[in-house]
């Protein structure tokens, strides 16, 4: 069966899949993504890392507020897509993930079951887990739960930040999409069930108050969550009346004095 695919993103971390995907000949009926934002100081509107590429690429991008609008559902379904790719795109409700004959299918950066929701990359870190992973699933209603179709481990490295892994996991993501597809197309692969887990990590979405450094934790403990939220969104701590983000710490010594003792700083990047 010759595949008709349309493909959901939005973000910077979907690129290599979309990429690959049309490199190795496939052909994209249509883009999905986010309606286009403010973005920056100037509050600019802007468009999406994923309709920016599509659009240099000449596919058509689609952009709905609401996923069930029947205009919308109408448009999708002319596409005749038989084949649905989600990278980093919103939650799909049945009538879109259910519309194609051979599925839709999602890259997760976690090993599931583990690590289920919207910030998987964050966590792990931040837990101060060895390892990590990809895998592509097909979607049902129950976020992030559907049957794995593949699986790939990366080790964690110890220098690791949100970004540095964020960066590997999209190049290694888009290899592992890219033969997710290939073996669709061929009909070559096995289904594995996820089984629930008791007391297994989740990754839920990350707010400003979680990203408040606690002090009194482990040393060990702090080093992780700090590089766990590096980049984005970032770590931070009050001194006085000010907010400092803090985007990395160093191992070492470190001795607890009477309040918040004595601190040094440069005002621009060392404190």
């Known amino acids: 069966m010759k595949l008709k695919i349309i493909f959901m993103g939005t973000p910077e971390f979907a690129i290599p ?12 009926m249509a883009v ?16 999406s890392p994923v309709k920016r590429f599509a659009l240099e690429h000449n596919i058509p991008v689609l952009q709905p507020k609401n996923l ?7 448009t999708l379904k002319s596409y005749k897509a038989n084949l649905q790719v989600v990278v980093a795109f919103r939650m799909l409700p049945e009538l879109v993930w259910s ?68 960066d590997r996991l999209m190049m290694k993501g888009a290899d592992l999409v890219l033969r997710t597809v290939k073996a669709i ?7 594995t069930k996820q089984e629930e887990v008791p007391g297994m990590m989740v990754a839920p979405k990350i707010t400003r108050e979680m990203c408040r450094i606690d002090w009194n934790q482990k040393q060990a403990e702090i080093y992780d969550f700090v590089r766990g939220l590096s980049p984005y969104p970032s770590a931070w701590t009050e001194v006085g009346d000010t907010v400092y983000k803090i985007f990395k710490v160093l191992p070492g010594e470190r001795k607890i004095l009477n309040g918040i003792g004595e601190f040094h700083s440069d005002n621009d990047d060392f404190l």
């Open 68 to 74: 069930k609008n029947p205009d919308f559902l109408e």
């Open 32 to 47: 999905i993504t986010a309606v286009d934002k403010p973005s920056g100081r100037g509050r600019i509107i802007t468009a």
């Open 99 to 166: 519309m194609p004959d051979l599925g839709t299918f999602n890259l997760h950066a976690s090993l599931l079951p583990y690590y289920r929701g919207a910030a998987p990359i964050n966590w792990v870190l931040m837990n101060g887990e060895k390892k990590t992973g990809l895998t592509t699933f097909f979607i049902k209603q129950e976020i992030d739960t559907g049957n794995i179709i593949l699986q790939e481990e990366e080790p964690i490295r110890p220098e690791d930040d949100a970004g540095t892994l964020h």
């Open 185 to 191: 197309e061929t009909g070559s692969y096995t289904l």
């Open 17 to 28: 899949s979309l990429k690959i995907l049309l490199n190795h000949g496939y052909r994209i």
